[in-house]
């Protein structure tokens, strides 16, 4: 079991940044690849960023390209999201999620461990 814990949500104005941070525990987090969904109101799940285990492979969703940016570091169990120029279309709860499964895919249910979400609110 892997147990993952997300923090560093909050109210920000637009074009601010933010940094999320998930901090993993239970077992090795370099066997796993990670990867940032959000959910906002009234609307489903969606993938936002992906890292392979050893950081070198990342992929993001069209909407956060050049505006976000994934990393982790597998010394600390830590991975991160940081998110700049802001935009209140990206209020949502923002999740990580960790998964051993290969290739690594964008899909809600490839991962099969979740933490449990941090509220982000971007004001216009």
């Known amino acids: 079991q892997v147990q993952l814990v997300e923090s560093g949500g909050g109210l920000v104005q637009a074009g601010g940044s933010l940094r999320l941070s998930c901090v993993a525990s239970?077992?090795?987090?370099?066997?796993?690849?990670m990867a940032w969904f959000r959910q906002a109101p009234g609307k489903e799940r969606e993938f936002v960023a992906t890292?392979?285990?050893?950081?070198?492979?990342?992929s993001y969703v069209d909407s956060v390209k050049g505006r976000f940016t994934i990393s982790r570091d597998n010394a600390k169990n830590t991975g991160f999201l940081q998110m700049s120029s802001l935009k209140p279309e990206d209020t949502a709860v923002y999740y990580c999620?960790?998964?051993?499964?290969?290739?690594?895919?964008?899909?809600?249910?490839?991962?099969?461990?979740w933490g449990q979400g941090t509220q982000v609110t971007v004001s216009s």
């Open positions: 239970g077992r090795t987090f370099s066997n796993y690849h």
């Open positions: 890292i392979s285990r050893s950081g070198g492979i990342t």
């Open positions: 999620a960790a998964s051993a499964r290969l290739p690594i895919r964008n899909t809600i249910n490839e991962y099969n461990y």
